[in-house]
Each structure stands twice: as C-alpha cells, then as structure tokens.
DNA sequence: ACTAATAAAAGTAACAGTTATCGATATTGA
DNA sequence: TCAATATCGATAACTGTTACTTTTATTAGT
C-alpha cells in the first residue's frame, strides 16, 4: 500500500512542475497555501522528500544555505549569477566529456556529477556594460 | 587599519594549510582548541569568513548541509564518495575544455564553475569488490 | 457502501549550523 | 605609551530542516 494518494503531494508538484526557477521549501510553502491554506511547512519539507526519493523531482544545491527544488530531472546543470543569485538551466552538449576528464586521473568510480556554474547572467552582464 | 593580525586566526589557517581533507566549521574549531583552549566557535565562524574574504581559503558544499573549509585555493575540482561520505581532490586537465562547451548556449558570461563528482572512492570500490 | 488498517496531515517542538550582539581584550599607528 | 578600533569570548538569536504527536484522509477488502 506504500504511497498513499494525496492533493497535498499534488499540489507541490503541480506548482513546481510548470517553474523554471528553482523555488526553496519555503517559497514552496508560501505558493500551496494559496491552495491549499491549512497545509503545514512540515507537510511541505515530507513531500519534497518523497517527491525526490520517487525521482518526481530533484534537488539543486547553490551554496546559499537552502535547498532549490527542480521539476524538471532531465540530464542538466545550473547556473547562478554572481550578482542576482539568479539560478538558470545550462544545456551543455556533449557533457559527458567532463566525466571522462575527470576520470583520467582518478582511482575511484565516477558514478556521476554536478557542476554549478557562476558568472553573470545576461541581464547583469547588460546592466554592467552601462 | 582595515585587518588586524589574530593568532585565533593564524591558529585556523595554520590548521587548515596541511589538510588535504575539507574539514567543517565545527571540525576545525574542536582541533584549534587544542592550541587555543578558549577559542568560541563564533571567532571560528568569523575568521573563516574573513579567511574566504581575502581569497585565503575557499568554502566547498558537497550537500551534506554543513560547509567545509579547503585551504587549497587553485583550480581543482571535488569528489565525494556516497559510501564514505569522504570528500577527495579531483585533477582536471582541459578543465578549459568545460567552460567552453557550457558557453556554446549561454547569453551571460560565466566566470567559473564548481563540479562535484560523487561516486565511490578508491577504497570502497576495493571493499564493494569484496 | 462500510470498515479496518495505515499513510499522511496539521501543529508544534526540537535540532544543527550559522550569524549577530555586547562588553572585555588585544593589536596597532601615532 | 596611549587612543582608536579590530577582534575576542560568551551567549542569544535566527534559519532551514527534521522529528513527534494527535487527528484526518485514503485505500483495500469485504
């Protein structure tokens, strides 16, 4: 009977399922209540971990203290503007290569990886320029 | 007069110069005890920051949800192991190559980037072979 | 449809890592 | 040596997250 059906689950995925953004718990938490008005931030944090241990949903780690949230869990990686702390996707083409960069001088087994890429996103380099 | 010199401060960068592991906060205020019995975490906490601050060190996440201190400020990349949970060093030669290909689908200017490999270390790769 | 089993809920307390505050101390330029 | 002030130790406060407890909602079997 494992999982159970719920319109809280629902309504968390359904929020972050059409984002590009990657939204924290608590940013979540604020959006379902609009919905959803009695549901509890624990309810929230529950789900968000049920939603990535089902694979629903993935977590994005920016180093800004709290953990983004990604609908989408196709093969990408992200990056954040130094300036806004903006977080966008980064499609890279042949990614795999950084795999087998890195490999070379490794002992271990790469299973996988996650690169954070940082700079300035294009409305800040545009802004700079003045 | 800007920065004054501490020995609470030499005492943390000293710590922190010979280690190749990435200690936390908490990890490296229990060694300075050693030498500075009445060092507070607080003045750890600070001078870690002023320390990342003037580029002496640098902060690495591996999503464990405490930050870890790394002395070693050059170009390299990290590895944490899922069995272990140990953080390595990772060599990238043509680490160029990886900017490049992210650019090829970016408007904004990327400055550097962060991969975290995670996989298994050398040593639970030779235990799991058991 | 009814009921029993139980997953999930709300609400709240607890926790870990970190930051801020404040009076006392140490370093430094004059 | 002295005044200015960065840094200190101690502790309180804050933030993001997890755990606990009682109540509610979902589901499978009849």
């Known amino acids: 009977m494992a999982l159970k ?3 809280q689950r629902d309504a968390i995925y359904d929020f972050l399922k059409d984002r590009k953004d990657h939204p924290t718990a608590d940013v979540i938490y604020e959006a379902v209540r609009k919905t959803e008005p009695n549901i509890s931030l624990g309810t929230v944090y529950r789900n968000l971990s049920v939603l990535k241990e089902t694979g629903m949903i993935r977590t994005v780690e920016v180093g800004d203290g709290a953990v983004h949230f990604d609908a989408d869990v196709s093969n990408h990686n992200h990056f954040v ?19 087998e960069i890195a490999s070379e001088n490794f002992d271990g087994k790469i299973t996988g990886f ?17």
Chains 1, 2 share one sequence.
């Open 81 to 99: 503007c130094t300036e806004c702390g903006c977080v966008e996707d980064i499609e890279m083409k042949s990614i795999d290569k950084v795999r």
């Open 5 to 7: 059906h719920s319109k």
């Open 114 to 130: 996650n690169t954070y890429f940082y700079g300035l996103c294009s409305d800040c380099l545009e802004k700079s320029k003045v």
